[in-house]
Protein backbone atom coordinates (compact mmCIF):
# COMPACT_ATOMS: atom_id res chain seq x y z
CA UNK A 1 0.00 0.00 0.00
CA UNK A 2 1.72 3.53 -1.03
CA UNK A 3 0.41 6.11 1.66
CA UNK A 4 0.84 9.78 1.48
CA UNK A 5 0.40 12.15 4.17
CA UNK A 6 0.99 16.25 3.95
CA UNK A 7 1.92 18.02 7.28
CA UNK A 8 0.65 21.42 7.22
CA UNK A 9 3.92 22.84 9.65
CA UNK A 10 4.33 26.47 10.78
CA UNK A 11 5.85 27.78 14.04
CA UNK A 12 6.77 31.92 14.25
CA UNK A 13 6.73 32.85 18.03
CA UNK A 14 4.46 36.44 18.33
CA UNK A 15 2.78 35.42 21.77
CA UNK A 16 -0.33 34.70 19.79
CA UNK A 17 -2.88 31.64 20.97
CA UNK A 18 -2.02 28.95 18.94
CA UNK A 19 1.10 26.68 19.78
CA UNK A 20 2.64 27.79 16.32
CA UNK A 21 3.03 31.22 17.79
CA UNK A 22 4.34 30.70 21.52
CA UNK A 23 7.95 32.06 22.55
CA UNK A 24 8.73 28.39 23.36
CA UNK A 25 10.19 26.44 19.81
CA UNK A 26 10.60 22.90 22.15
CA UNK A 27 6.88 21.71 22.96
CA UNK A 28 6.35 22.16 18.63
CA UNK A 29 9.31 20.98 17.98
CA UNK A 30 8.77 17.77 19.95
CA UNK A 31 5.20 17.41 18.88
CA UNK A 32 6.34 17.25 15.08
CA UNK A 33 9.14 14.76 16.50
CA UNK A 34 6.67 12.41 17.62
CA UNK A 35 3.98 12.90 15.02
CA UNK A 36 6.62 12.03 12.12
CA UNK A 37 8.46 9.21 14.46
CA UNK A 38 5.07 7.25 14.97
CA UNK A 39 4.06 7.23 11.51
CA UNK A 40 7.22 5.86 10.63
CA UNK A 41 7.32 3.56 13.63
CA UNK A 42 3.98 2.27 12.89
CA UNK A 43 3.78 2.12 8.70
CA UNK A 44 6.93 2.11 7.14
CA UNK A 45 8.68 -1.48 6.46
CA UNK A 46 11.41 -0.75 8.50
CA UNK A 47 10.44 -3.10 11.36
CA UNK A 48 12.08 -6.20 12.87
CA UNK A 49 12.23 -8.76 15.60
CA UNK A 50 14.99 -10.13 17.10
CA UNK A 51 15.38 -14.19 16.95
CA UNK A 52 17.32 -14.56 19.93
CA UNK A 53 18.01 -18.17 18.58
CA UNK A 54 19.50 -17.36 15.46
CA UNK A 55 20.74 -14.10 16.95
CA UNK A 56 19.21 -11.97 13.82
CA UNK A 57 16.46 -10.19 13.01
CA UNK A 58 13.31 -10.62 10.91
CA UNK A 59 11.13 -8.67 9.54
CA UNK A 60 7.60 -8.41 10.64
CA UNK A 61 4.34 -6.85 10.26
CA UNK A 62 4.79 -6.88 6.42
CA UNK A 63 1.08 -6.96 5.49
CA UNK A 64 0.60 -4.01 7.33
CA UNK A 65 3.72 -1.85 6.06
CA UNK A 66 3.44 0.91 3.81
CA UNK A 67 5.36 2.58 0.65
CA UNK A 68 5.10 5.87 3.28
CA UNK A 69 6.09 9.47 1.73
CA UNK A 70 5.64 12.57 4.09
CA UNK A 71 5.23 16.33 3.03
CA UNK A 72 5.65 19.15 5.17
CA UNK A 73 4.19 21.91 3.68
CA UNK A 74 5.48 25.56 5.27
CA UNK A 75 5.60 29.24 4.26
CA UNK A 76 7.31 31.98 4.45
CA UNK A 77 10.11 30.06 6.23
CA UNK A 78 8.63 30.09 9.38
CA UNK A 79 9.40 26.57 10.28
CA UNK A 80 11.25 24.34 12.81
CA UNK A 81 12.44 21.75 10.36
CA UNK A 82 15.90 22.24 10.25
CA UNK A 83 15.69 21.74 13.88
CA UNK A 84 14.37 18.10 13.71
CA UNK A 85 16.20 15.25 14.99
CA UNK A 86 14.73 12.81 12.90
CA UNK A 87 16.41 11.38 9.47
CA UNK A 88 16.08 13.54 6.90
CA UNK A 89 14.67 10.92 4.71
CA UNK A 90 11.52 10.74 7.02
CA UNK A 91 9.90 13.27 5.26
CA UNK A 92 10.26 15.80 2.26
CA UNK A 93 9.62 19.92 2.96
CA UNK A 94 7.49 21.69 0.21
CA UNK A 95 8.24 25.68 0.66
CA UNK A 96 5.56 27.54 0.09
CA UNK A 97 4.87 31.88 0.24
CA UNK A 98 0.76 31.03 1.67
CA UNK A 99 -0.84 32.53 4.21
CA UNK A 100 0.22 30.56 7.63
CA UNK A 101 -3.54 30.05 8.15
CA UNK A 102 -3.83 28.86 4.50
CA UNK A 103 -1.22 26.27 4.55
CA UNK A 104 -3.97 23.15 4.78
CA UNK A 105 -5.08 24.45 1.36
CA UNK A 106 -1.47 24.05 -0.02
CA UNK A 107 -1.43 20.38 1.44
CA UNK A 108 -4.38 20.18 -0.42
CA UNK A 109 -2.72 21.14 -3.63
CA UNK A 110 0.29 18.72 -3.14
CA UNK A 111 -2.66 15.96 -2.48
CA UNK A 112 -4.20 16.86 -5.94
CA UNK A 113 -0.79 16.63 -7.84
CA UNK A 114 -0.25 12.92 -6.77
CA UNK A 115 -3.62 11.83 -7.88
CA UNK A 116 -3.48 8.38 -9.19
CA UNK A 117 -0.37 7.53 -7.79
CA UNK A 118 -1.22 5.98 -4.44
CA UNK A 119 -3.66 4.61 -1.99
CA UNK A 120 -4.16 6.69 0.63
CA UNK A 121 -4.34 10.65 0.44
CA UNK A 122 -3.94 12.36 4.24
CA UNK A 123 -3.61 15.42 5.74
CA UNK A 124 -2.78 16.43 9.25
CA UNK A 125 -1.60 19.33 11.43
CA UNK A 126 1.64 19.19 12.81
CA UNK A 127 0.59 18.60 16.69
CA UNK A 128 -1.60 15.49 15.83
CA UNK A 129 0.06 11.68 16.64
CA UNK A 130 -1.21 8.61 15.47
CA UNK A 131 -0.23 5.24 18.08
CA UNK A 132 -2.66 2.42 16.01
CA UNK A 133 -0.64 0.36 14.09
CA UNK A 134 -4.42 -0.78 12.75
CA UNK A 135 -5.67 2.51 11.73
CA UNK A 136 -5.56 1.92 7.69
CA UNK A 137 -7.43 -1.77 8.22
CA UNK A 138 -9.84 0.23 10.12
CA UNK A 139 -11.07 2.97 7.88
CA UNK A 140 -10.81 0.26 5.09
CA UNK A 141 -12.92 -1.95 7.01
CA UNK A 142 -15.26 0.83 7.24
CA UNK A 143 -14.96 2.12 3.66
CA UNK A 144 -16.36 -1.47 2.47
CA UNK A 145 -19.26 -1.66 5.26
CA UNK A 146 -20.31 2.09 4.37
CA UNK A 147 -19.21 3.21 0.81
CA UNK A 148 -16.61 5.45 -0.84
CA UNK A 149 -18.81 8.66 0.17
CA UNK A 150 -18.85 7.71 3.59
CA UNK A 151 -15.63 9.10 5.30
CA UNK A 152 -14.62 8.11 9.20
CA UNK A 153 -12.71 10.57 10.92
CA UNK A 154 -11.17 10.08 14.13
CA UNK A 155 -11.85 11.02 17.34
CA UNK A 156 -8.77 13.66 19.22
CA UNK A 157 -8.00 13.39 22.19
CA UNK A 158 -5.69 14.42 24.81
CA UNK A 159 -4.15 13.15 27.71
CA UNK A 160 -2.41 13.92 31.21
CA UNK A 161 -1.54 11.95 34.79
CA UNK A 162 -2.28 15.63 36.58
CA UNK A 163 -5.62 16.20 35.47
CA UNK A 164 -9.44 15.64 36.27
CA UNK A 165 -9.59 13.08 33.64
CA UNK A 166 -6.63 11.55 32.56
CA UNK A 167 -7.82 11.48 28.68
CA UNK A 168 -10.57 14.06 27.30
CA UNK A 169 -11.83 13.97 23.64
CA UNK A 170 -11.60 17.05 22.81
CA UNK A 171 -14.22 17.65 20.05
CA UNK A 172 -17.33 16.94 21.00
CA UNK A 173 -20.63 18.14 19.87
CA UNK A 174 -21.34 21.61 18.01
CA UNK A 175 -24.64 23.34 17.93
CA UNK A 176 -26.47 21.89 14.80
CA UNK A 177 -26.69 24.92 13.44
CA UNK A 178 -22.96 25.23 13.19
CA UNK A 179 -22.97 22.93 10.68
CA UNK A 180 -25.68 23.07 9.06
CA UNK A 181 -25.12 24.91 6.11
CA UNK A 182 -23.15 22.66 4.91
CA UNK A 183 -23.99 18.71 5.95
CA UNK A 184 -27.39 16.92 6.65
CA UNK A 185 -26.69 14.65 9.38
CA UNK A 186 -30.18 13.23 9.08
CA UNK A 187 -29.00 11.37 5.92
CA UNK A 188 -27.62 8.29 6.70
CA UNK A 189 -27.43 9.43 10.91
CA UNK A 190 -26.21 6.20 12.34
CA UNK A 191 -24.01 3.18 11.03
CA UNK A 192 -23.85 0.17 12.62
CA UNK A 193 -21.46 -3.33 12.36
CA UNK A 194 -19.49 -5.91 13.99
CA UNK A 195 -16.06 -5.85 14.26
CA UNK A 196 -13.53 -8.41 15.93
CA UNK A 197 -17.12 -10.24 17.24
CA UNK A 198 -17.91 -6.79 18.96
CA UNK A 199 -20.88 -4.41 18.32
CA UNK A 200 -19.79 -1.35 16.87
CA UNK A 201 -21.70 2.33 16.23
CA UNK A 202 -20.64 5.04 14.39
CA UNK A 203 -22.55 8.27 13.53
CA UNK A 204 -22.88 11.33 12.01
CA UNK A 205 -21.10 13.94 13.29
CA UNK A 206 -21.82 17.37 14.61
CA UNK A 207 -18.52 18.15 14.85
CA UNK A 208 -16.44 16.63 11.56
CA UNK A 209 -13.27 18.45 12.53
CA UNK A 210 -10.41 16.19 13.50
CA UNK A 211 -7.62 18.67 12.44
CA UNK A 212 -6.54 15.50 9.80
CA UNK A 213 -8.47 13.28 7.21
CA UNK A 214 -7.50 10.01 5.57
CA UNK A 215 -8.97 9.80 2.09
CA UNK A 216 -8.68 6.25 0.07
CA UNK A 217 -8.17 6.87 -4.20
CA UNK A 218 -11.14 7.15 -4.96
CA UNK A 219 -12.08 9.10 -2.26
CA UNK A 220 -9.60 11.66 -3.15
CA UNK A 221 -10.76 11.56 -6.57
CA UNK A 222 -14.07 12.22 -5.74
CA UNK A 223 -13.24 15.20 -3.89
CA UNK A 224 -10.89 16.24 -6.42
CA UNK A 225 -13.89 16.75 -8.74
CA UNK A 226 -16.13 18.84 -6.54
CA UNK A 227 -16.16 22.13 -8.43
CA UNK A 228 -15.63 23.69 -4.64
CA UNK A 229 -12.75 21.85 -4.45
CA UNK A 230 -9.51 23.98 -3.56
CA UNK A 231 -11.51 27.24 -3.69
CA UNK A 232 -10.27 27.94 -0.29
CA UNK A 233 -13.51 28.58 1.06
CA UNK A 234 -13.24 29.87 5.05
CA UNK A 235 -16.67 29.51 6.35
CA UNK A 236 -16.32 26.52 9.25
CA UNK A 237 -15.09 28.59 11.84
CA UNK A 238 -11.95 30.19 9.97
CA UNK A 239 -9.62 29.79 7.37
CA UNK A 240 -7.27 26.95 9.49
CA UNK A 241 -10.64 24.46 10.42
CA UNK A 242 -12.19 25.53 6.86
CA UNK A 243 -8.84 23.85 5.73
CA UNK A 244 -8.88 20.87 7.53
CA UNK A 245 -12.73 20.05 7.55
CA UNK A 246 -15.16 22.63 5.55
CA UNK A 247 -13.97 20.52 1.93
CA UNK A 248 -14.75 17.23 3.29
CA UNK A 249 -17.79 17.76 5.06
CA UNK A 250 -19.65 19.05 1.66
CA UNK A 251 -18.16 16.23 0.07
CA UNK A 252 -18.65 12.88 1.68
CA UNK A 253 -20.90 11.80 4.66
CA UNK A 254 -18.43 12.33 7.79
CA UNK A 255 -18.82 9.98 10.53
CA UNK A 256 -17.21 9.43 14.30
CA UNK A 257 -17.29 6.23 16.31
CA UNK A 258 -20.04 6.54 18.94
CA UNK A 259 -18.54 7.81 22.90
CA UNK A 260 -19.13 4.28 24.06
CA UNK A 261 -16.50 3.62 21.48
CA UNK A 262 -15.06 6.82 20.81
CA UNK A 263 -11.16 4.91 20.91
CA UNK A 264 -11.89 3.09 17.99
CA UNK A 265 -10.48 4.90 16.04
CA UNK A 266 -8.42 8.28 16.87
CA UNK A 267 -5.33 10.40 17.37
CA UNK A 268 -3.24 12.43 19.58
CA UNK A 269 -3.30 16.34 20.37
CA UNK A 270 -0.26 17.29 21.28
CA UNK A 271 -0.35 18.99 24.87
CA UNK A 272 -3.20 19.58 27.58
CA UNK A 273 -4.37 22.89 26.19
CA UNK A 274 -8.40 21.56 25.71
CA UNK A 275 -7.60 18.96 28.48
CA UNK A 276 -7.01 21.73 31.02
CA UNK A 277 -10.40 23.81 30.69
CA UNK A 278 -12.20 20.92 32.39
CA UNK A 279 -13.03 22.02 36.32
CA UNK A 280 -12.62 25.36 34.77
CA UNK A 281 -14.40 26.45 32.04
CA UNK A 282 -15.79 22.96 30.93
CA UNK A 283 -17.69 21.24 33.41
CA UNK A 284 -16.06 17.99 34.70
CA UNK A 285 -19.48 16.30 34.91
CA UNK A 286 -22.70 17.49 32.38
CA UNK A 287 -24.87 19.32 34.61
CA UNK A 288 -28.60 17.72 35.58
CA UNK A 289 -31.58 19.16 33.44
CA UNK A 290 -33.37 22.11 34.44
CA UNK A 291 -37.05 20.76 35.89
Request: glycine share 6%; with cysteine.
Amino acid sequence: MRVLLTIAHFFKPNGGQHGSQRKDPRPRLQALTLSLSALHQLFSKSQGMIDIAQRSTLPVNQSQSCDLDIVICTTQNHHLLNHLSVPYHFYKHHPTQADPLALGFECQAVLQNCLGQYDYYCFLEDDLILHDPWFFVKLDWFTKQAGDLSLLQPNRYEVSAHALTCKTYIDGNLAPQVTAPFQNVQEQSQIQGTFLGLPIRFQRALNPHSGCYFLNANQMEHWAKQPDFMNKDSQFVGPLESAATLGIMKAFRVYKTAPEQANFLEIQHFGKVFLSLVGQKVDLVSPSPKS
